[in-house]
């Protein structure tokens, strides 16, 4: 199994351009997440997905959106690139989210994304 | 709010010393999960423990519910240790609140 992989690896962004994260797992998780992560602060949720077709804000979702069409990929899209967006995303998943227990986290390796 | 903290937020320590890392949180919660970032950046998961105590390796865990209160301990430290520790609970929606992280430097 190759786990979650995310491409790019590293990506610079011009202010209003737009791009796409990609994410996928091959371990059938139906659960599947985006996290920015900043200097400081612990990881904040961008959107999650429960399965195929089922999508959600977090914490921080404003400027992103996600789709879910398919148990192995979910992708984040930038509409509108701003500074504030310059971070480390990190696509996670799991087996599954529900009730209280929690599934082992399987992350990705990052994107480091810079905006100017 | 959910509120994760974790204390210190930096830790020096020589090779070989025993490593207590704290984490608390504000919402009872029925488990807690600890996170290991490498310096490259990778994240992986340490320990999902809803009471008691785990141990893998030279790491233990511990919870207390009670107190709202776990701490991850590191014996017979060696510089591969270094590294960003990092908590988090399940709020009331089933997500992740994660804390800031502690980052680890042991030195040789």
């Known amino acids: 199994n190759a786990g979650v992989t995310q491409t790019p690896k590293f990506q610079v962004l011009k202010t209003g351009q737009s791009m796409t994260l990609q994410c996928a797992q091959d371990?059938?998780?139906?659960?599947m997440s985006w996290y920015r992560q900043d200097p400081g602060m612990g990881l904040r949720l961008i959107h999650y997905?429960?399965?195929?077709?089922?999508?959600d804000q977090g914490e921080v979702p404003n400027g992103y959106n996600v789709s879910r069409s398919t148990t192995e990929d979910f992708p984040l899209r930038l509409l509108s690139a701003a500074p504030s967006q310059t971070s480390v995303y990190f696509c996670a998943s799991s087996y599954s989210m529900v009730s209280s227990t929690i599934y082992e986290q399987y992350f990705g390796p990052g994107t480091r994304l810079t905006v100017t | 709010k959910n509120e994760v903290e974790q204390s210190p937020q930096n830790l020096t320590a020589q090779e070989g010393e025993f490593i207590t890392i704290n984490c608390s949180y504000s919402?009872?919660?029925?488990?807690l999960h600890w996170l290991q970032q490498h310096p490259g950046g990778g994240i992986v998961s340490l320990f999902m423990l809803s009471s008691g105590k785990k141990k893998h390796g030279r790491l233990i865990a511990t919870i207390n519910i009670q107190e709202k209160h776990s701490s991850l301990h590191i014996t017979a430290s060696h510089p591969r240790d270094s590294a960003v520790y990092i908590c988090a609970e399940m709020d009331s929606n089933y997500q992740l609140i994660w804390g800031a992280g502690t980052k680890l430097i042991i030195k040789p």
């Open positions: 919402v009872g919660i029925s488990a």
């Open positions: 371990m059938n998780h139906e659960y």
């Open positions: 997905s429960v399965g195929a077709g089922i999508t």
